[in-house]
């Protein structure tokens, strides 16, 4: 496989939005940051020069690096932030991701601003497997505060509350026209009549689950997380924070201008309203000689609380599994695991609660809230650093309760925090049902797995039953995916084996959930065979 290079310099640009103007952390001084082009299959390696004011890693979303962590990117997990001034070279290393991912910042909350896409085309003498687009798009869906990303961390743990809404989503990095101050810049895609377009969505939010549409114009999905879907053709998208579509676009309306919008779905029972200051827009122009309509036309969204609309795409999503791409999900399996993903909410007396720092708020897997190490777990497993991290997670089988209830037992409310990993057997099968609550009022999830892709072979409502869940799974086209949403309230089943040795970070992507300590890790113990086994470090790795 070929190689190619990249130069990513982090540091602070300044940029306007919304009527103000603030220094924003960038790579390139990019916003949204450089699209890594590849083919599957490829190594990539990436110059991380930082030359901003504060610590920062950059993080492969979806690419699974095989045996390789060390640059995988979550800090203090596989790896010691890169300081101010110093240099890291990253490598990517694709094997079977083929399709849309993306790259972020895995740094407190600098990803708000350090993100871009990574596009896998076919390998050469391969094709996509639907008819070639006659051009492709990037949509990358993300939010703009006007404060200071780490400034709206600090608001949400200090207060313990819920961070800000942001002042907007974006497309592209723009508002849209909407908003104020934000009309010339707003995106803008110019099709063809009688053309297709692939657009590859991702959903770049730090905390948003969106709904995303074109107004007229279905769009149908081919692809999800880096790999194949059967085709779904669909109104609306829901994408959660993480997660990536590709989806055909066919140029077959009347030519006109149109809206595509997103929106946010709320995450817990509160929202907003259609169309109000969360819409972000950006117009879908056809090209020819006619009196456009002012404005474009709006899509239909659904509302922000439409639970039933948020599961119909994850319902209907089953992969390609044709003869070039195979589905191969794990029939049975050797490791069981029940995560229960919780937000906690500690008893507040006089506005002093009783959470880590004063909190009110914490978010637990299994009742224990993830605390990040001050050295990363890579390191401290490789040089057997004791001290750093338990490996007996989790250590109790998760209570058994009715998860849907409002009236929970305490120790679901006061979880303890700690260090806790799941050390796993080199191609163990493992079967992870994640639990959804309404603790604290509940929240949805969008859980995701570094370094293995899952199959999605399951979801229901309420509590997960053991005995009869299964009996359901799909076991024959599931999604293969690397970030799931867990609706509240109900479950979602994963397999995946554990073929790839080394340490790998799971956690919500909503940013607040995994700050929150909604969050978790894998080892994956070497095999027996060398090719079975963990690569050795690069010499570069920033110290700690
Ligand atoms: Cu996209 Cu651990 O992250
Ligand atoms: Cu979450």
């Given at each position: 496989a070929s190689t190619s290079r990249h130069t990513f310099v982090v540091r602070e640009a300044s940029y306007t939005r919304l009527c103000s103007t603030k220094d924003i952390l960038t790579v390139n001084g990019q916003f949204p940051g450089p699209t890594i082009y590849a083919m599957k299959g490829e190594t990539i390696i990436v110059d991380v020069y930082n030359r901003g004011k504060e610590n920062v890693t950059i993080h492969w979303h979806g690419v699974n690096m095989p045996r390789y962590p060390w640059t995988d990117g979550?800090?203090?997990?596989?790896?010691?932030?890169?300081?101010?001034?110093?240099?890291?070279?990253?490598?990517?290393?694709?094997?079977?991701?083929?399709?849309?991912l993306w790259w972020h910042a895995h740094s407190d909350w600098t990803r708000a601003t350090v993100h871009g896409a990574i596009i896998v085309y076919p390998k050469n003498g391969t094709k996509y497997p639907f008819h070639k687009p006659n051009a492709e798009v990037l949509i990358i869906l993300g939010q703009w505060w006007k404060i200071d990303a780490n400034a709206i961390r600090d608001e949400g743990l200090a207060s313990g509350a819920i961070a800000n809404h942001s002042d907007s989503l974006l497309i592209n990095g723009q508002p849209g026209d909407l908003?104020?101050?934000?009309?010339?810049?707003?995106?803008?895609?110019?099709?063809?009549?009688g053309k297709t377009y692939l657009l590859r969505i991702i959903n770049a939010a730090l905390q948003e689950a969106l709904f995303f549409s074109i107004a007229k114009h279905k769009i149908t999905v081919v692809g999800t997380d880096g790999s194949y879907t059967k085709p779904l053709t669909l109104d609306y998208i829901t994408i959660f924070p993480g997660q990536t579509f590709d989806v055909l676009l066919e140029a077959?309306?009347?030519?006109?201008?149109?809206?595509m919008a997103a929106i946010a779905f709320s995450l817990a029972s509160t929202g907003r309203n259609i169309y109000d200051n969360t819409t972000t827009t950006a117009i879908v122009q056809y090209m020819g000689y006619y009196t456009p309509s002012s404005p474009p036309f709006l899509p239909h969204l659904p509302a922000y609380n439409d639970t039933n609309a948020s599961v119909q795409v994850m319902a209907n999503l089953r992969s390609l599994e044709d003869a070039e791409h195979p589905c191969n999900v794990p029939l049975s399996t050797s490791t069981k695991l029940i995560y229960t993903v919780s937000m906690n909410s500690y008893p507040c007396v006089n506005n002093s609660c009783s959470g880590t720092n004063g909190t009110r708020t914490a978010a637990s897997i299994n009742n224990i809230s993830f605390h990040t190490p001050?050295?990363?777990?890579?390191?401290?497993?490789?040089?057997?650093?004791?001290?750093?991290?338990?490996d007996k997670f989790p250590s109790v089988p998760p209570l058994v309760f009715d998860f849907t209830a409002d009236y929970l037992p305490l120790l679901y409310q006061l979880p303890s925090t700690g260090t806790e990993v799941r050390v796993l057997e080199y191609n163990s099968i493992v079967e992870i049902v994640f639990q959804g609550t309404n603790v604290a009022g509940g929240s949805i999830h969008s859980m995701h797995l570094h370094g293995h892709s899952f199959y999605v072979v399951g979801w229901g409502f309420g509590n997960f039953d053991e005995n009869r869940d299964p009996l359901h799974y799909n076991l024959v086209d599931p999604p293969h995916q690397n970030t799931i949403y867990v609706p509240r309230n109900r479950w979602v089943a994963i397999r995946f084996e554990a073929s790839n040795p080394g340490v790998w970070f799971m956690h919500c992507h909503i940013e607040e959930h995994s700050t929150w300590g909604m969050a978790t890790v894998f080892i994956v113990k070497n095999g027996k065979h060398p090719k079975a086994q963990m690569l050795p470090p690069p010499s570069d790795m920033p110290p700690c």
């Open positions: 979550p800090e203090y997990i596989t790896q010691c932030p890169i300081q101010p001034g110093l240099k890291f070279s990253q490598k990517i290393i694709l094997s079977s991701e083929e399709g849309t908003l104020p101050c934000s009309k010339l810049d707003t995106f803008k895609l110019t099709v063809d009549h077959n309306q009347r030519p006109d201008h149109y809206y001050t050295v990363d777990i890579l390191e401290a497993y490789y040089y057997n650093i004791s001290g750093v991290y338990g």
